[in-house]
Structures are given as C-alpha cells and as structure tokens.
C-alpha cells in the first residue's frame, strides 16, 4: 500500500473507531466537523420526514457509538424493547392485561438502569447489612467473553454507559404515556429509535416527553431568519457557559480547593463552594443551550430544561427552574403516582421506611434512631389527633420520597440520597415557614442562634460557627424585616423582601452541593467517604478562624477567577425581559455581521481552553 493510502486508512480507523479517552464532545472541534457532514446529508432530504428520521437515527447511534463504545447495544436494546412494548401495551384491551405490559415495561427498563447504574451500591448496602461479602458481576463481558472465547472483558467491572438514566427515563415516558392514551404508539421502529437516541440530548438530556416530541417527528422542516438567529445564539451562549466560566473556574480554582481543602483558607473554601454553583450550573446549562440551538436547526425543539434557578425564592421555587425536564418527570411519574398532594399510598410509606431503617442501621448511631423514631411518633401523634393535618404530613412524605430518589438518580451513593434529602427538608421545612408571622420566625430564629451560640461557647466545633454565623444573618434580616413591617410598610421595599430570599435559597443550596460535589465514584464505599471527609474538611476550615488581613491578597490572586463569577451571577440575576431583548437582537442581526460576532467569540473562547478538555459533569449521570 502507497504511504498516502496508509494515511488515508489510519484516517478512517481513527474517525470509525471508539476512543475512550477521547469521547465526541460539544467542546471539540471534531463534534462541529461531525455535525457540518451530518447538517450536510440531512439538508438532501430535510422534508422526508421518515428518510429524515431514519438518518438521524443512525448518525445518532454512531454519535453513541463515539461516546460510549459497545454501550451502543444497550441503546439498541431499549429501543427495541420498548418500541414492541407500546405497540403489545396498545393492542391490549382490559385494565389487567394493559397493567401488566406497563409493569413488565417499566422493570425491564429500570431493571437495566439498576444494573448498570447501581450495582455497586446495592451491593455495598447488602454487604453492610448481611456483613458477607458480595461482589459484582458484569454478566454482559461474561457473555462477550464467551462469544469471542477469550478474556477481552473484565468481568470483575461494570462501567457506568453515558447518558443511561437519561434515555431510560425517556423510554419510560413514553411506555407511560401510551398506557395513559396521552399519544398513539409509534408505527415505525426508526421513527421511535430516532425520538429515543435524538443525538444532541442523547446523554445529559434534557429528557424529552414522548407526548411532546413524538410529534415532532412527522412535521416538515422548517428554520425561518429568526429560528436560525436563536438556534446560533444557544449555541455560542452555551460553549461560552461551558468553556469560559464552567471548565476556567474549575480548573483554575474550584477543582484544587475540593481535592484539598485542608490546604486553603476559610475564605478560599467557602469561595470554591459558591463559585461551585455556579460551575455546575454553567456546565449543565451550558450543554441544554448548545443542545437547544443543534436540534433547532434541524427543525426540532426540545423542552426548556432552567429558568435563571438562582433567582428562586425558596427551595420549591428552585427545583421548579433547575433541571425541569427531571422535575416534572419525577412530578407526573412518581410524585403524583405515590398519591402527590391528594393522599398517601403503600409506596409512600415504604419508600421512606426502607430508607430510613438502612441509614439507622448503616450510620451505627442509635441517636440517629430515636431521632428518626421520635419524629415518626410525633407525626402520628399530630396525624391521630389533628385529622385535618394529615393530608399535608402524607403530602410532604410524597415530596420527600420523590427528593430521596431524584438524589439517587444523580448518582449511585448515599451523599446523592443526602443531598436530595437535605433538598426535600428544605422544600418541606419552607412549606411551614412561609405560614409562620413574622413575629413567629424572629422569634424561633432567636432561639435558635441563642442555642447555637451557646454550642459555640461550651462545645465549640466548627460546623456550629457555620450555623451560628448563617441563623445570625437570616434573624438581623427578620429584625429588619419585622420592623419594617412593624411600621405598616408594604409594597415599595417588595424587591428588598425578594431579593433576601433570593440570597437565603441560594446560600440553602449551594451548602447541600457539599455533598453532590464529590459523589461521582462508581465505588459507593469511596463515594461516600470521599464526600464526607471532603464535607468535613471544608466546613472545619470555613467554620475556623479567619484572617481577614489575607482576604485582599486571596482576592488579588485569583483576580481572574473572581471576576468571571461575579460576570456570570451578575448575567445570572439580569432580569428576563432584557435576556430576551438581546436574544432577539442578535438573531436579527445582519448575516455578514452575526458571522463576524460569532468569529469574535470563538476566538475569546479559544483563550480560555485548558489543556484537557473538561466532560460534562452530567455525563455521568
């Protein structure tokens, strides 16, 4: 073979072969060669909506198929499944035999999430329960190795396939709504894998209901002056969010401070936490938009998955803008199935009993049991004796369960079920608060910075100073707020009282990211401990004493870093109406000037690669 025929070769193995190291990102510069070639193909025969479908269908494999390998036959395997299962679901008439399609269904699916996703964890709970010692199995690289005979698979690890939770939650709704009649069953197999492997939200979502995408499938295309325009701006938006301020921050402050918190300061710790925040924000939101503008200039539109979730009032209001396309899955496919606001169910009960009783016996803490068996008793006190409070303590149990599982679905590890715990008593704790007088939560937050300050004094330990520093801030704001209110005023000081609230979710939920942060070991055993000392660490030092007289210099050091989140909350907070203003400006931006803007910002964003391209943190998930 002549040299360039070899080069032409290696060519070709390299563009048709997997590289784990190397998976296709939106970040890289082959994804946007990929999508040139493919936006290419798929302008020839635009309007076919069946040619259509079929052809990105199989450039969606492919596109699996460089980001996760043989994981590809997993994909394949839950659309097949699921295609005949909607299509045996809607030919069955009676309540008994449609009932068992839809649960035979949702098993096989969730069967195959938990195996893949959860395998450790499982195992790691029953080891500590039964003290034997289990060990995973990965079956598939069994069979693989009997096929090929030989022993190419290791058998001992079961690896976690890209994007897995988000198309099986995908194939669930649509299984869900076939059963509730919401939509007919799709007749064409590439139709259905089309709607199931749509390559721009294929691994972090955002996850797409069958009821409102299936439909899409059978419109003609279309891209008029302005969609272009906002299909354009997504995606320059999105690559800014995820290059300049996710992977900068990160690499150049945040992702040091974690790995090592011992090594900073108070400040620098609680800065990294916050500035956190925003990270992970920037990043996921970053792929929704670059995602977004892909699928919208095919002609498809998928479902707005945040709404400025930093601007929330209260922890209710922030899981209603953070990753709503989960929100509202977990909402319609288990919160109102387990009875939502209406009544409790079996399943509500047992969800939290379960999990309550394996944390007792797994923290080896019998304090943690009569806290956990004195609430039990004090809520059936209040269920027996006040009838009219049931339907809130079943309702907020309902709320709970579904935050403990929407943890678990972040990851296979107890500091994911801690962290949507911490989130489920924030979103339970507010629902009384906001019924609370004024008067009523000065004087409960009094009392509780009284008692903190007393722990602070005679069994000082950092996490009270923590506390002591965060109740002392709420009850001065209460103390002003109860005087203003005290004084008969109203309405002109409103953006005052949101703005508190503001500060108060944000500050809620940026501290529970203590956990989320470090769980992302496929090893729950590592997970845990890792979160947990890295958690400790970083409130000891944030809880210890501070030297202010460094606080300038820590400023001065990371300048760069520090002016890049306070630019991004700032863009963050600006008021929605000016956000769509200058969305609509740049998309009716003359063509030869919108080229120049977006060659500007390519090349702004080309300042601020780092060496090593960063993943989406979602991926994981």
Not at 68 to 90: M, P, Q, R
Not at 102 to 126: P, Q
Not at 211 to 229: A, C, D, T, V
Not at 595 to 603: H, K, N, P, T, Y
Request: net charge positive; hydrophobic share 50%; glycine share 6%.
């Amino acid at each position: 073979m002549t040299p360039d025929f070899d080069i032409i070769l290696d060519f070709l193995k390299q563009v048709f072969s997997f590289d784990k190291a190397h998976p296709l990102l939106f970040t890289q510069f082959y994804f946007w060669a990929f999508f040139a070639f493919v936006f290419a193909f798929f302008c020839l025969f635009k309007n076919k909506c069946l040619l259509r479908n079929t052809y990105l269908f199989f450039v969606s494999l492919f596109f699996y198929y460089k980001t996760s390998g043989l994981f590809t036959l997993i994909l394949i395997f839950i659309t097949l499944y699921d295609f005949f299962a909607g299509k045996w679901l809607h030919s069955r008439k009676k309540d008994g035999s449609r009932n068992f399609v839809l649960a035979l269904s949702v098993i096989v699916n969730l069967s195959t999430l938990f195996y893949f996703k959860y395998a450790y964890f499982l195992t790691d709970v029953l080891n500590n329960l039964t003290g034997l010692e289990f060990r995973v199995f990965d079956v598939f690289s069994w069979v693989g190795n009997q096929i090929t005979g030989d022993n190419r698979f290791s058998v001992d690890t079961i690896l976690l396939p890209v994007g897995i939770s988000f198309y099986t939650f995908q194939a669930i709704s649509y299984i869900m709504d076939v059963y509730r009649k919401r939509i007919a069953p799709v007749g064409n197999l590439f139709d259905f894998g089309f709607y199931v492997s749509f390559f721009p939200q294929l691994v972090a979502g955002p996850i797409v209901r069958a009821n409102e995408f299936i439909p899409q499938l059978h419109k003609k295309y279309f891209l008029g002056r302005k969609q272009f325009g906002i299909a354009v701006f997504w995606i320059m938006n999105g690559l800014v969010k995820k290059i300049v301020l996710s992977d900068y921050i990160a690499v150049n402050f945040i992702d040091r401070v974690f790995e090592q918190p011992l090594l900073y300061t108070g400040f620098e710790n609680l800065m990294a936490l916050f500035g956190y925040s925003l990270q992970v924000y920037a990043d996921f939101s970053g792929y929704t938009d670059i995602a977004t503008g892909v699928a919208m200039l095919m002609g498809f539109y998928l479902p707005k998955n945040f709404n400025s979730p930093y601007k929330a009032k209260s922890p209710n209001e922030f899981w209603k803008r953070w990753h709503m396309s989960l929100s509202r899955w977990l909402q319609d496919y288990l919160y109102i199935p387990l009875g939502g606001n209406r009544k409790g169910t079996f399943g509500s009960f047992c969800i939290i009993i379960v999990i309550a009783a394996i944390a007792v016996f797994l923290s080896g803490s019998w304090w943690v049991g009569v806290a956990l068996g004195l609430l039990a008793v004090i809520l059936v006190l209040v269920a027996i004796f006040k009838p009219e409070k049931r339907r809130n303590i079943t309702t907020e149990i309902n709320r709970m369960d579904t935050m403990l599982l929407g943890g678990l679905w972040h990851g296979a590890s107890w500091n994911f079920m801690i962290w949507g715990g911490l989130n489920g008593l924030g979103m339970v704790f507010y629902r009384f608060w906001k019924d609370w007088s004024v008067m009523g939560r000065a004087l409960f937050l009094a009392l509780v910075t009284f008692g903190l300050h007393l722990l602070c004094v005679y069994a000082p330990q950092p996490v009270f100073n923590v506390l002591f520093v965060w109740c002392a801030v709420a009850l001065a704001g209460n103390l002003v707020r109860l005087a203003y209110h005290l004084c008969g005023g109203k309405k002109p000081w409103q953006w005052l009282n949101d703005a508190w609230a503001v500060f108060q979710t944000f500050t809620f939920i940026t501290f529970t990211r203590l956990f989320f942060r470090s769980g992302s070991n496929l090893d729950p055993a590592v997970a845990n401990e890792t979160a947990w000392n890295t958690a400790k660490n970083m409130v000891n030092q944030m809880g210890s004493h501070w030297d202010l007289s460094k606080i300038p210099d820590i400023v001065m050091h990371y300048g760069n870093v520090f002016i890049l989140i306070v630019i991004g909350m700032v863009i963050h907070w600006l008021p929605e109406n000016f956000k769509r203003r200058y969305r609509i400006w740049f998309a009716k931006m003359p063509l030869p000037l919108m080229v120049l803007f977006c060659v500007i910002v390519v090349f702004v964003i080309y300042q601020f690669i780092t060496a090593d391209l960063q993943a989406f943190i979602y991926f994981q998930f």
